[in-house]
């Protein structure tokens, strides 16, 4: 059925009944061949899956996308990638739904992105990844970003190439300037007070109510980010917190540029020496947002306040 090795679907759906019956023939034809499959979407769809796979579910890994894909940047390294490098030398099939209804501006931005990074990321491997759009529930724009980033769309009617298949245009896209926040703290880092970027901004979580490991998780954010600038980022950097929308934001900002796309997003043996920092934030955070440009980077790492 398939002729390239890696394949990746966009799934346009109406209906719990269209969405259920593709699914779970998605699923069911690969639990035939033999192939490992996993499923990570919202969690009121996961539920209709399951349902409707009945004793099938036992065989397949059932993941709530809204949980473990929250930052659409864990997606590919901590869902896609570490499912699919268990099972090296077969085909695996993997149905992954990282944008729904009630996605923020903000987040759309960032799963768009991943949308058209897992063409990059899965290039020449055997792996087919489906993912399913609400053709109702989405807006319209929504769908034709999907025909940018899916090589191959699929409906009720069959399967057929996408015309405007172009992932590095989401990519660009999406890759600009965020609104400016009205009010924030600031400070500017170098080798000399890092450490004070990182007491700024734990000062700043203990003050909205975070504790424990999270506390310990924002701390190692900004650490991560500093190294960075300092790395790789011309040797200093400014570091704003805000609060925006029921999170805080940790944003770090320098004169560095990121031109490897996937940065951030591959999975890092631990046996191996090297850079991991912005994998760090994208495992650590609810969500992440990038602009980069030749002489500036900006990294925002967005953290859900304690209720």
């Known amino acids: 059925m398939f002729a390239e090795p890696f394949v990746h679907p966009a799934l346009l759906y109406r209906g719990d009944r269209e969405y259920v019956a593709a699914t779970t023939a998605f699923v069911r034809a690969g639990l035939a061949l033999g192939e490992p ?30 949980e473990a894909g929250r930052n659409p940047g864990r997606i590919i390294p901590a869902v896609l990638r570490d499912f699919a490098d268990q099972h090296p030398g077969v085909h695996v099939r993997i149905i992954g739904e990282p944008i729904w209804a009630g996605r923020t501006d ?30 109702v529930g989405l807006a319209p724009e929504v769908i034709q970003e999907a025909e940018r980033t899916h090589p191959v769309m699929w409906d009720v009617r069959g399967e057929w190439p996408s015309a405007d298949y172009a992932p590095e245009l989401v990519i660009s896209g999406h890759n600009r300037a965020l609104q400016e926040p009205a009010e924030f703290v600031s400070l500017r880092f170098d080798r000399t007070n890092l450490s004070e970027a990182r007491s700024l901004a734990a000062g700043q979580a203990a003050l909205m109510g975070f504790s424990g490991d999270r506390l310990d998780d924002i701390r190692l954010t900004v650490a991560e980010l500093g190294a960075n600038s300092l790395d790789h980022g011309g040797g200093s950097g400014t570091v704003r917190i805000w609060v925006e929308d029921g999170r805080m934001v940790c944003e770090v900002s320098d004169s560095g540029h990121i031109t490897d796309p996937l940065a951030g997003r591959r999975p890092v043996d631990p046996r191996h020496a090297g850079s991991r920092g912005l994998l760090i934030v994208n495992l650590l955070s609810d969500l992440v947002r990038v602009h980069t440009r030749a002489g500036a980077t900006t990294i925002r790492a967005y953290f859900d306040l304690p209720s």
């Open 37 to 66: 499959v996993a499923v990570a979407v919202p969690a009121a769809n996961l539920a209709l899956i399951e349902a409707e796979l009945g004793d099938d579910a036992k065989s397949v890994l059932l993941l709530n996308m809204q």
């Open 106 to 135: 903000t987040e759309y931005g960032a799963a768009a992105q991943h949308e058209a990074l897992i063409n990059l990321a899965f290039a020449g491997r055997r792996v087919t990844i489906l993912c399913p759009y609400d053709v």
